[in-house]
């Protein structure tokens, strides 16, 4: 099975998850940034970095990319996509998972390795986890969660919060200000989920723990819930999303 | 067809935490200001379009401003419309 990684202009963490990939057992793929065509891919990663510069905003300008047409046709048509840290960023933005990501509250960039749990051990992303805090790095400027109060209320109602930055003792660090939340984000989100629940995106960097020699790899068990769902879905014969109320709802206008 | 010169000026929404801001009104006891508040940082854009009118003009400006150069969810816009060079100017200005 193959499974792509996009590469924008100014992508730096493409290679580890083309790596973490390898790790898993699939065949990794380059996908380049000015192709619509993801090829035979049974699922797609968009990794950290600083795409187009991280110019206006991370994210936006990446979003208009001829890659992004085929990233978001495969996604309508069930196909898994996570997007990492920049890549979090690019969805957030193309509105294919919900939020935004602000500057984060220190305003500084936050380089460091943060804890975070699975709010859910039943979804395509989470699946291979085994529940205890996932101690893996942060390098980012612009984390900080964003999403309006009924927006927020309606994420943790439907599960589609996936991850929440944990204190020590394994609880939400949902003060903004508190160490343990690294940027400010809201409610404690490192990672949320679109409401058919087939594209996620998250901060922190699980393809940089994926080895024993990197210190943990801790980080695998979010690398092998997508090969496990790619896997799956390729198997059923590529289903459909469930159609869900909410769908309408996270796309941004214009698309 | 002429050219038309607008500003757009983006400001995080009302509300949105806005760490720049921050920043600044922690800075301003340094400066000795103590007279300012809800300091608020936002970006701004500036750009010719050439099209057939200022409305037709605005209406490019605008899609771009809501697509490209804010986000909704945490952004407002204000569009400001700087110089006009219609074609009849252009005409007095031969060899140009």
Redesign the interface.
Known sequence: MRVGVVTFPGSNSDVDALNALAVAGVEPVTLWHESPDLGAVSAVILPGGFAYGDY??AG??AR?SPVMRGVTEFAAAGGHVLGICNGFQVLA?SGLVP??L??????RFACRIVAIKPERLDSPFTRAANGAPIHIPIAHGEG?Y???EATLDELERDGQVLFCYVRDDGTPAFDPDEPANPN?SLRAIAGVCNAAGNVAGLMPHPERMSERILGTDDGMQLIRSLVESANEWEAAGRPAPEATKNAAANA?G?Q | MSDFRFAVNVLPKPGILDPQGRAVELSLPHLNVTSVSNVRVGRRAELTVRAGSEAEARVVVDGLARELLSNPLIETYEIEFLEGTSSAVSAEAPGQ
Do not use: K, P, Q
């Open positions: 206006i905003r936006v300008i208009f933005e939020g935004a602000l500057r984060n509250r220190s305003l900080c964003y999403a309006d400010g941004r214009g």
